[in-house]
């Protein structure tokens, strides 16, 4: 295998710097080839995919194995050799219209593969990231919550020294506790401040909805990651949590190609997650659900809610839909679509507009085309809750005050008030199942507004929200036909 003085010396050369990972860049791609080439199975995958989905975020190039890259196996690779002898190493495919790109491209492809550079030679040696957070208590206004952070030093040759955690919260009205030290962190492993949480404290006259709070790793005063939290005030009521740590009882897979499981490449928090492909890439020309058993009854809640943390890694064309049914599962509507790739990061859905459905699923599904199988879509610390307090809930709308008309709708609704007061500022907005807002009217009651022009828009459900400041807040579901 060494017959070739370049291949000699490239061998020469790593025995002497003893290098922890490496890149041997080609083109073009537009991937990331991790080992082996020679056939389909990636050693390791658990933390060149973990590495993979947080410095090929900055560029959405999928990463995998050769055969799932490019449609065929290579021998002899240099990143297969460097594996053997204890070296991560990977092969950029950079980007671009062939092996010769036009000169005015050159900058472009070299500056969005300049972060995954840096982050291969931060893990060469010690890198803190937050790798999973707990809050405790509730966020009401006069009151104290806490939160435990877990870091995680993702590096592979050094110990972080002087590891510290801090937490600015977004919004004067909340105080934090003092930022926190968590010594030393040993390569590939993890701390926490559990027994000495941060304290989170609300003003007694805090009014906002929601607030976020930045946690920030630095090692020897040098930063490293951060990652942001939005935190609902309220009284929470937790529904349903699930961190795929006893399993995937819960969920019903469905479809075709590999169907989504517990994963035990990566997690969150603990060491397992649920996702699409464990193990490794997905397949082409697939279409399958993860859907969760337990059907909600929001019929008494006051401000249902969602949360989970997810990464993925997606080649265009393919992506994962985030979905809810009313109807028992006989049809499905879109909350959110993920597409391209991103490193683990919280996502929360406030499903005011579900109060008093009492009859509610939820589910993930999974499109692939038949391209390139990417990592695919990862989640962890799946919750359901309810929140209740005088800063989330809508006031007490009274419903003869209002009347609405057509339900369902064709090319207009018509709203009328029959008690209220002269002058007062009426607001009337028309929003869809992921809270854009389709039209928007103002005016003075008693009156009526109408919304027109509506024959175009898509079949299905939508939320007429009416905002009256003597009435209150008042949201009806409208069916389009």
């Known amino acids: 295998p060494f017959s070739e003085p370049e291949s000699s010396a490239v061998r020469d050369f790593m025995a002497q710097v003893l290098p922890k990972t490496a890149f041997s860049t080609h083109s073009t791609a537009g991937s990331y080839l991790m080992p082996y080439g020679y056939n389909t199975s990636p050693p390791a995958f658990e933390i060149y995919s973990e590495w993979a989905s947080v410095f090929l975020s900055e560029n959405d190039y999928p990463y995998g194995v050769t055969f799932q890259m490019l449609g065929y196996t290579s021998c002899g690779t240099t990143r297969d050799f460097m594996h053997s002898e204890g070296i991560y190493g990977w092969t950029p495919e950079i980007d671009g219209s062939g092996f010769w790109p036009p000169q005015s491209t050159i900058f472009d492809l070299v500056g969005e593969n300049v972060f995954p550079l840096f982050y291969q030679s931060w893990i060469a040696g010690a890198f803190v990231d937050v790798q999973s957070h707990e809050l405790g208590g509730n966020a009401i206004p006069g009151e104290t919550m806490e939160l435990t952070v877990e870091v995680k030093n993702v590096g592979v040759g050094a110990t972080a020294e002087n590891v510290i955690v801090e937490v600015t919260p977004s919004h004067p009205g909340i105080t934090v506790s003092a930022p926190q030290s968590y010594g030393s962190v040993a390569p590939r492993s993890r701390a926490d401040n559990l027994g000495t949480s941060f304290e989170i404290t609300l003003d007694p006259n805090f009014t906002e909805s929601s607030f976020e709070l930045t946690l920030v790793t630095t090692q020897d005063g040098i930063f490293n990651d951060q990652m942001v939290l939005t935190v609902q005030t309220g009284e929470k009521e937790v529904l349903y949590f699930d961190n795929a740590e006893n399993g995937a009882s819960n969920w019903i897979s469905s479809g075709t190609g590999i169907l ?89 859905y406030l499903l005011q507009n579900l109060q008093g459905e009492a009859s509610v699923n939820f589910r993930f599904t999974l499109f692939n085309d038949s391209f390139i199988p990417a990592d695919g879509f990862y989640f962890d610390d799946f919750e359901v809750a309810n929140y209740t307090n005088g800063i989330l809930g809508n006031s007490d709308f009274e419903f003869n005050v209002v009347g609405v008309s057509p339900n369902p709708f064709s090319g207009q609704i018509v709203v009328k008030w029959f008690d209220t007061v002269d002058f007062a500022l009426i607001k009337v907005g028309l929003f869809d199942l992921q809270g854009r807002a389709i039209d928007m009217k103002l005016g003075y009651g008693p009156k009526e507004i109408t919304i027109n022009g509506l024959e175009n828009l898509s079949s299905g459900l939508y939320f007429l929200r009416i905002e009256d400041p003597v009435k209150g807040q008042f949201v009806q579901k409208m069916i389009k036909q």
């Open 260 to 348: 989504w499981s517990v994963v035990l490449d990566d997690a969150y928090s603990g060491t397992q997650c649920f996702g699409d492909s464990n193990g490794g890439n997905g397949e082409n020309n697939t279409q399958n659900s993860f859907e969760l058993l337990p059907t909600f009854d929001f019929s008494g809640a006051q401000q249902p809610a969602i949360s989970f943390v997810s990464k993925y890694s997606f080649e265009n064309g393919d992506r994962v839909d985030f979905q809810m049914s009313l109807d028992a599962g006989i049809s499905w509507q879109t909350l959110d679509s993920f597409e391209g790739a991103e490193s683990w990061h919280e996502k929360n």
